[in-house]
């Protein structure tokens, strides 16, 4: 049954709008003076959480980028000198030197305590959207290596001599499981750079080599090898006058990104549709290093932070006639080169 709305009914009910309307206003003003008193040194954005509403919101916003553009723009954090808490969206692809300096240090504070935290973080996030990191399981059987030994006027040429084969490998046969790290012991002698080489394709082509090498099941020919793994000598091999920060970058450029786009681009499509947000700098971090074509990575600095030697990044190699760096920095270098 309809009922008739005089004009002493809409009056009464606009008040009452009106009087809640304010309430509401005294209450958001009193909490957020509470904020202000509560909050260590009366920072407002510590407790409030309106700067996590802006983050969401600027999130919000690179979700509805294409997949091309969303893979290329990133947040960062960032406190100012009055504490106040920002966030930043930026283009991973051209991190400055001040942004990658901040990202690095948000990382790794603490290199022996936040490094494998930091990689724990990176696997709980393809964990999370059910994505298995690729690994590489290497086999060997039966492997035999063998070579020509000459008498030492044989090598001279001053007479003919026969050549005699020596047996370096004998049918060794074992294998190398992934995600872990395996120590190879043994006599000097007992072919244990041999077998490295052999299992990196790196032999010499006068040695004779029977047996079977396989990657994930994949022999040799099958692939790229230089692609999957590195042997790395005992000598170290450098241009000298390229400083430690070019001799990495050159390396990372020489390798590429390999699949970590087509991998972060699966994990982002995974993620928009579960609705998961991920850690500002993780996300920022991987977007970077997966963008091809850059100059300078920010793999170069990281891997610079957890070797140690950031602190002579800008400082040439060296060689016998050029002063560079110390000895156990050039055997660091080798490694992160590799």
């Keep these: 049954m309809a009922t008739a709305v005089t004009a002493d009914d809409l009056r009464r009910s606009m008040s009452r709008q009106r009087s809640i309307a304010s309430a509401s206003r005294r209450g958001w003003a009193s909490a957020s003076i509470r904020e202000v008193l509560a909050a260590p040194g009366g920072d407002v954005f510590q407790k409030s959480g309106r700067h996590d509403n802006e983050e969401e919101l600027k999130w919000a916003a690179i979700e509805r980028l294409p997949t091309y553009d969303r893979l290329r723009k990133g947040m960062l954090t960032q406190v100012l000198d009055n504490g106040r808490v920002v966030h930043e969206e930026v283009d991973v692809a051209h991190l400055g030197i001040d942004d990658k300096k901040n990202l690095m240090d948000s990382i790794l504070k603490v290199v022996e305590e936040d490094n494998e935290r930091f990689l724990m973080r990176l696997r709980d996030r393809t964990d999370r959207v059910g994505i298995d990191i690729p690994k590489v399981e290497i086999r ?45 012991l043994g006599p000097p002698a007992s072919g244990k750079t041999t077998l490295l080489k052999a299992l990196a394709g790196k032999l010499e082509d006068d040695l004779r080599v029977n047996g079977k090498i396989t990657y994930c099941g994949h022999e040799l020919n099958e692939f790229i090898p230089q692609r999957t793994f590195a042997y790395i000598s005992q000598n170290d091999l450098h241009h000298g006058e390229m400083t430690v920060r070019e001799t990495l970058d050159f390396s990372g450029r020489c390798l590429g990104v390999g699949t970590r786009y087509e991998l972060l681009a699966e994990m982002s499509r995974r993620e928009k549709q579960a609705g998961i947000k991920p850690e500002p700098e993780i996300d920022a971090f991987m977007k970077s290093t997966a ?8 793999v170069t600095d990281y891997v610079l932070k957890i070797l140690g030697i950031d602190i002579c990044a800008n400082t040439m190699v060296g060689d016998d006639m050029r002063r560079g760096i110390s000895g156990g920095q050039k055997k660091r270098a080798t490694t992160g080169e590799m």
């Design 140 to 184: 060997y059987e039966n492997l035999s290596v063998e070579g020509d030994a000459f008498g030492l006027l044989g090598v001279l040429k001053l007479f003919p001599s026969k050549k005699k084969a020596v047996k370096i490998l004998d049918e060794a046969t074992g294998i190398v499981k992934p995600s872990r790290m395996t120590l190879l």
């Design 291 to 298: 963008m091809a074509g850059q100059k300078t990575s920010l």
